[in-house]
């Protein structure tokens, strides 16, 4: 039995703690909330940054895309036409590869080429008449007032306004772009515009709005108002103390500086 009793003895675990790591731990919250902190803020700078150099890179690559296709077209000279002209053999064969239009085409077959047929009198006449006998359909007996005259000038007007509205909106995008600089401003007010709209400005735009809510906090609480009202008057007419390393007045400043 009492051999029994030595084997299942268990032996005691100590847990030994180092004082100074403790202290630490247990002093050091503050210190890791504020690290936490910083290093979020790193991260969102971080984040910032790349994607302002993303936006930059669109809006240039955006510009150059533009600026092609603005570009006027080449006219064709004598030495493109004989380039456009290839020849290549494949296979034992000889291929000869010739862009042609219908006006050549025409020319070179004594064809009449493209369609530009004129209508005869007749149905010009027939269709002035068939207009007349419409207008005099619309138009109510013993006024002269036209119904659908008049939509169709309600109908122009309402149209030349939603163009000039366009206009207007092109006239606003498309500045006159007399310089680099003009296209410089152009380029950092698009990116801007672009990064307001991301999530990382957004996140950054609330933090900064809470430390500032947080400060104004700390500002109202330190003033007057915050204190009770026996303990106003008192806090309103008493000395005004300066910090220079201790809580001293104005009076014992002077004082010192004339000793």
Known sequence: MNRAGKRNIKKKLEVVF??????EFLTGFRKRKNQ????????????????????????????THLKKT??????????????????YE??????????LTTSEMAARRNMLGENQ???SEENTEEANSESESIIEANIIPGMDYDIVKKNNE??????????????VKVSNQNTNLESKRDLDRLKKKKSLKQLKKSKVYKLKERLEKKMNQKMARKERNNTLKSLPKHLRT??????????KGRLISQKQLKRKSVK
Do not use: H, M
Request: proline letters at 2%; a positive charge; glycine letters at 2%.
């Open 18 to 23: 180092d004082p100074e790591k403790r202290k």
């Open 36 to 63: 936490r902190r910083k290093r979020a803020k790193q991260q969102i700078e971080r984040c910032l940054k790349e994607e302002r150099k993303r936006i930059r890179q669109e809006i240039k690559e955006g510009f």
């Open 70 to 87: 603005f570009e006027p077209l080449r006219e064709l000279t004598e030495e493109d036409k004989i380039i456009e002209s290839n020849e």
């Open 90 to 99: 494949d296979n034992d064969v000889q291929v000869k590869i010739i862009e």
């Open 117 to 119: 047929g004129c209508d």
């Open 154 to 167: 309600e109908r122009a007007e309402t149209q030349s306004e939603e163009t000039f509205k366009k206009k």
């Open 234 to 243: 008192k806090r309103k007419f008493e000395t005004a103390l300066y910090r």
